[in-house]
């Protein structure tokens, strides 16, 4: 622990470096002890920004005391302008993730219709990814599910086609699909591109919330279809009609005259965190909301700057997603702090957009709506967190713990008949899993089948690692023989004060009555211990404990699978004469299987970088003779 003295000369020789610093607009990084990087903000002037982090702390947070306490160096990068200031910050913590910075979770990315307007017969897709590639993106949507279910429906009324790119290649006549009257059959020519189009635009109209105009459009077209003796035509029109119009008069409308994209973005929180509801509008329609849960935020705090953390969230926010026409705040960030984000939001979408903290009345009632929704989620979120910290307090108790535990990671290794053995870490904090600090090791020093050697290698490469934050409890899948290793192998690391715990799994077992079966309880052995610890499966400690098992047992298998097929696929490759790796590693980045690639058209291998015609045609020849040798 750094005493008082030794900390008042690390704030006065930071002082000294910090005087050198320019008063241009730029990034500033600050790292710890080990090097990494813990917090990272930007500044109009970095000298002058920097420099307040260390005068009189009775003024700062206890957050930012706890900051300037863990600070080692502070390292800058200057920048042309402040917009590009911003977007940096936003860009390094993504990128590092730094414990002191707002952060927005990104385990689960926003779901988005993708229409792939840059192809011949264009389709729809979900993406989990906003990329500058000339399609067109909608959303965000509430559900994978809800995006799922719109382009069944876009597909089935404007008859869409839903064939992978590959396959709409490789067809010689119509699917089902066509013979069923739900797709054109754009594949083998039976309507013409422009035709094709046409019948997207009415797709499009929807998506982007254009109802009144595309159901004028339809009823256009059924009209003249009837008049023109073309029922067929007319009554598939109608059954259009009638579906559009049910989905419209289930959306939520907020403003039937406003044709602007809008987000309304509130907030709701005390001391255990807070909040985030963005409300998306789309045409003066509601489809979805999303909520972010930011638990090191009291914005009810007088420490708290609202301002400094409410654009952060809007700066990461944005970096992923789609920017609409126009931002609704439920902070008034003043004319200079608007007048950037919009700016930033400029530079990243290539048009104007209005951020404003709204005066009318109509606005204010979609801000009323966000702040409402913030309430529901955060009240749903803390009685969530609650049970997890009961949880959290039952394991301290049970497996007699020096404090509730924080971080707790759990190793597993897999292998398959002694081969391509990998491990998993998976971390848990505050009960839930921390996705960003998953890891996966390929074990190097192991030959064959050598559980505790590749457990010391794991746990060896893991606490290398200074950066990370030790673990209040490590779990190590198995009983007393596995828990005996993980000692040892802590002991011989010199790290014996971390506690461990081995987690038995449950045994099905014949009872004596013929037919039954019973099955065992899940064992929790402790050092120091003969019996094991049992908790009661309903409990919130049960869930946590066995959930970080599973997750880790998922996390090795998934991994060691993707292993063996990528090995599987490369023996196959490797006897290609001039294959070299980087072009093997493209191929199967972009087919996936061996079977994909034998079925794929010459111009679809062309098209990835560095292949010739003649190392194309090599490729296909020698799979489809090795496909020959076989049957």
Not at 96 to 120: C, F, G, Q, T
Request: net charge neutral; charged share 30%; hydrophobic share 35%.
């Amino acid at each position: 622990m750094m005493s008082e003295s030794d900390h008042l000369q690390k704030i006065t020789k930071l002082k000294e470096e910090v005087g050198g610093f320019p008063i241009q607009s730029g990034i500033y990084l600050m790292k710890s002890e080990v090097d990494k990087i813990i917090y990272v903000g930007k500044a109009k002037n970095l000298r002058n920004r920097v420099r307040s982090y260390l005068v009189e702390a009775k003024g700062h947070s206890a957050k930012t005391r706890a900051l300037v306490f863990n600070i080692k160096t502070i390292e800058y990068i200057v920048t042309k302008t402040e917009v590009e200031a911003f977007l940096l910050e936003a860009s390094l913590i993504k990128k590092h993730r730094p414990k002191y910075n707002v952060r927005l979770k990104d385990d689960k990315a926003y779901p988005y219709i993708k229409l792939s307007w840059s192809d011949k017969f264009p389709r729809l897709y979900l993406a989990r990814k906003v990329q500058k590639d000339g399609s067109d993106y909608y959303g965000p949507y509430t559900s994978g599910g809800a995006v799922f279910g719109t382009i069944r429906f876009l597909n089935r009324i404007f008859k869409i086609r839903d064939c992978t790119d590959h396959m709409f290649k490789t067809r010689t006549r119509p699917c089902m699909t066509h013979q069923i009257g739900r797709c054109t059959a754009p594949c083998v020519q039976l309507i013409t591109e422009e035709d094709y189009r046409d019948e997207l635009e009415g797709a499009r109209d929807f998506l982007r919330g254009k109802s009144k105009k595309l159901i004028k459009d339809i009823e256009v077209k059924m009209k003249l279809a009837a008049d023109q003796e073309k029922f067929e035509v007319a009554t598939r029109m109608r059954d259009a009609l009638f579906s559009i119009k049910s989905i419209v008069e289930r959306q939520t409308v907020v403003n039937d005259a406003n044709e602007l994209d809008q987000d309304i973005i509130s907030y709701f929180g005390d001391e255990n965190g807070v909040m985030i509801d963005t409300i998306h509008v789309r045409s003066g329609r509601v489809i979805g909301n999303r909520s972010h849960f930011i638990s090191t935020v009291n914005p009810n705090s007088p420490e708290e700057d609202v301002r400094e953390w409410y654009v952060s969230f809007l700066n990461q926010y944005y970096a992923d997603n789609i920017i609409p026409d126009e931002v609704l705040t439920v902070v008034d960030l003043g004319r200079d702090l608007n007048k950037l984000m919009q700016a930033v939001l400029k530079e990243r979408s290539g048009r104007d957009v209005i951020v404003r903290f709204p005066a009318d009345r109509k606005s204010a009632a979609l801000l009323d709506m966000a702040t409402q929704n913030a309430e529901a989620h955060f009240k749903k979120q803390v009685s969530k967190d609650h049970e997890k910290k009961a949880g959290l307090d039952e394991i301290k108790t049970r497996l007699h713990l020096p404090k509730q535990p924080h971080r707790i990671e759990c190793f597993d290794i897999s292998h398959f008949q002694g081969t391509e053995t990998v491990a998993s870490q998976v971390v848990f904090e505050d009960g839930h899993p921390a996705k960003e600090h998953y890891r996966r090791y390929i074990i190097k020093t192991v030959e064959g089948i050598d559980d505790f050697k590749s457990m010391y290698e794991v746990l060896q490469r893991r606490f290398q690692h200074k950066e990370y934050e030790e673990p209040d409890l490590l779990v190590v899948d198995g009983g007393k023989g596995q828990l005996s290793q993980a000692v040892k192998i802590l002991q011989e690391l010199n790290l014996q004060h971390i506690p461990v715990v081995g987690l038995a799994k449950a045994r099905t077992e014949s009872a004596f009555q013929e037919n039954e079966v019973l099955e065992t309880e899940e064992r929790f052995y402790i050092p120091g211990r003969a019996n094991p610890v049992v908790f009661k499966k309903n409990t919130e400690a049960f869930q946590i404990l066995v959930g970080l098992r599973d997750e880790a047992h998922r996390f090795a298998i998934t991994f060691h699978r993707k292993r063996r097929e990528d090995a599987s696929l490369r023996s196959i490759l490797d006897e290609i004469t001039g294959l070299g790796e980087p072009r093997k590693l493209a191929l199967l980045k972009k087919f996936e299987s061996i079977e994909n690639i034998k079925n794929a058209d010459i111009d679809d291998i062309l098209a990835i970088k560095g292949f010739s015609r003649i190392m194309a045609e090599r490729v296909l020849l020698h799979l489809n003779e090795e496909e020959e040798v076989k049957t």
